[in-house]
């Protein structure tokens, strides 16, 4: 399994609980498919850097996880269906130098 980071920025018009629960769904997603979330940050409500789709804020919120290349491919394709999300990055996170064979 590979680990990834998940970066999730919602609309800034949701209530925080909402936020947190769609957070705790791709939460579920993500263990569903055979994923573990090894962490979870929420950030909260922070201004952006540039205007996108004429919002200027959102709740962020980070989620560290393992899994196979296929959840990874059907995160995205998901998250990025959701009217709730304004902006999506899943990234692959460097093997430890420890596990590099030589």
Known sequence: M?????????????AEPDV????????AAI????GVVK????WGK???AYEIDHMNEGYYS???FDGPVELQDALDRSLS???????????RLPEKAGNLSQ
Do not use: G, Q
Request: aromatic letters at 8%.
């Open 62 to 64: 980070v989620i560290v």
């Open 2 to 14: 590979r680990s990834y980071e998940l970066m999730v920025i919602h609309r800034f018009d949701m």
């Open 39 to 42: 962490e979870t940050d929420f």
């Open 31 to 34: 263990t569903a498919r055979d």
């Open 81 to 91: 269906l959701l009217d709730a999300v304004v902006r999506h990055k899943i990234i």
């Open 20 to 27: 947190r629960n769609a957070v705790s769904e791709v939460e």
């Open 46 to 48: 922070r201004r952006f």
